[in-house]
């Protein structure tokens, strides 16, 4: 309660400035003067140098709002289940979209759009794409034809096992072509 007792002061101290400064303007006084008498009028809780030679620049030109112009680019929304959604379906048509793509594209934040894909999707992003934290149906799938695969060929082939070397440590090397990186298994 009392931060937004706090805030709505300092707007309106704000405000009242402004409407000091426009009155300035009206009354003839130069910028240099207007923040002299800003400065004297309200000591420490004047409004900054830069700030008041912008705002008489501002009514100088012929504005007539003390208002702050609206501000383009904030979200819109916090995240909900519709952002999520399409949050979701822009990540399966291509994984290596940006977060700050993300963002514009779906219209809400940044920190938003991390918070959906980190802890709503479950997805964390490795080299530039976003790859899911557990292992999909699909993926579990193709993982048991592959052991399948490998004991119908220990089952035909009896020496299978004579060609296979082990060790303490294995190093394989692959070359994944989506993240054009090497890979150390």
């Known amino acids: 309660m009392c931060v937004c007792v706090c805030e709505i002061l300092v707007m309106d101290l704000s405000m009242e400035q402004r409407l000091a400064i ?4 009206k009354a003839g006084k ?5 923040l002299q008498m800003v400065n004297a009028a309200y000591v420490d809780q004047a409004l900054s140098r830069s700030n008041v030679f912008r705002w008489y620049g501002r009514f100088r030109d012929g504005r007539e709002d003390i208002e702050d112009d609206p501000r383009i680019g ?9 952002d999520v959604e399409k949050i979701s379906q822009l990540l399966l048509q291509n ?3 940006l977060l700050r793509m993300l963002a514009e594209e779906v219209n809400v934040g ?21 790859v899911a934290l557990s ?3 699909e993926q579990k799938d193709r993982r048991t034809a592959a052991y399948r695969d490998l004991i119908a060929t220990a089952d035909s082939d009896l020496d299978f096992f004579k060609k296979l070397v082990t060790g303490d ?6 070359y994944d072509p989506t993240t054009k990186r090497h890979i150390v298994k």
């Open 95 to 97: 994984r290596h979209l």
């Open 30 to 34: 130069s910028a240099t003067e207007t």
């Open 110 to 130: 940044k920190d938003t759009v991390i918070r959906t894909v980190v802890d709503v999707l479950r997805k964390r992003e490795i080299c530039s794409c976003f």
């Open 169 to 174: 440590e294995t190093w394989c090397f692959a």
């Open 135 to 137: 292992l999909t149906p």
């Open 74 to 82: 904030l979200p819109t929304e916090c995240g909900n289940d519709n």
């Open 22 to 25: 426009k009155f300035c303007i």
